[in-house]
């Protein structure tokens, strides 16, 4: 009888374990595909954007329509990871693709600024490098929470020195910028990786509508860090058109 108990037991809790895997695969697969489901919205929408000239023209020529859409972006993503606990899955996911849809606005300019075939070629530089980075954060068991602390307050550091080159222009110091803002989001890929992992692990042993806004939550996280390392490495292998 005793056996039979801890037969069941063990078979019980095998069970339980092969399930909570399977959920973590699941929600893991969202994660991913969320994220690359918002690459797309937003490269489709940056391209037609692009293909219309007078789009173009009430975006960029106007200070004000540009600033609303940054805000708007802004807010997004603010209101997004602040109000998460009160937000359902299905508004989750329409607010990260309406943010994915002006990030996109927003990216138009990079059609005209740069060629289509350097554009292409740093799309797929940057998708082998966020692939590779990915891949490491997820595997390694090294813990890269302290690594992350240090990368985020790099971040800080960069949005400061970007904005006080705005001002200066100094050509120099753009490309130190843009060199120290790839290395700071080849890393932020590999932490933000682990990070979304450990966090599927912990609450992911099931697929509800809270760990569904986890995976679109992680979505976000690494489209940031996508989208920034590509127009980072953009400023070193874009080719601008004559």
Not at 113 to 140: C, E, L, N, Q, R
Not at 150 to 172: D, E, R, Y
Not at 174 to 184: F, M, Q
């Amino acid at each position: 009888m005793d056996n039979y108990i801890r037969d069941y037991k063990g078979n019980q809790a095998y069970s339980e374990q092969v399930v909570a895997q399977s959920t973590f695969a699941v929600l893991m697969r969202k994660v991913y595909v969320w994220m690359a489901l918002a690459l797309v919205v937003s490269g489709l929408t940056a391209y037609y954007v692009a293909g219309s000239e007078q789009l173009l023209m009430a975006i960029f020529s106007n200070q004000i329509t540009f600033w609303v859409l940054a805000i708007a972006e802004l807010g997004l993503v603010i209101g997004l990871t602040a109000a998460f606990n009160k937000l359902s899955f299905p508004a989750a996911a329409i607010m990260f693709l309406i943010y994915s849809i002006l990030n996109g606005v927003t990216l138009s300019a990079i059609f005209v600024v740069y060629t289509m075939s350097s554009i292409a070629t740093t799309f797929f530089v940057t998708a082998g490098t966020f692939g590779a980075m990915a891949f490491i954060g997820y595997t390694t068991k090294k813990d890269l929470t302290k690594i992350g602390g240090i990368l985020l307050m790099a971040l800080i550091g960069l949005i400061i020195a970007s904005i006080v080159n705005i001002f200066l222009k100094n050509s120099m110091m753009d490309l130190v910028i843009s060199a120290i803002g790839v290395l700071i989001f080849v890393g932020l890929t590999a932490y933000d990786a682990q990070k979304i992992k450990n966090m599927m692990y912990e609450y992911g042993s099931e697929v509800n509508d809270f760990t569904q806004k986890l995976a679109v939550l992680g979505a976000l996280s690494l489209y940031l860090d996508f989208i920034n390392l590509f127009l980072y490495l953009l400023r070193f292998l874009g080719k601008q058109r004559n």
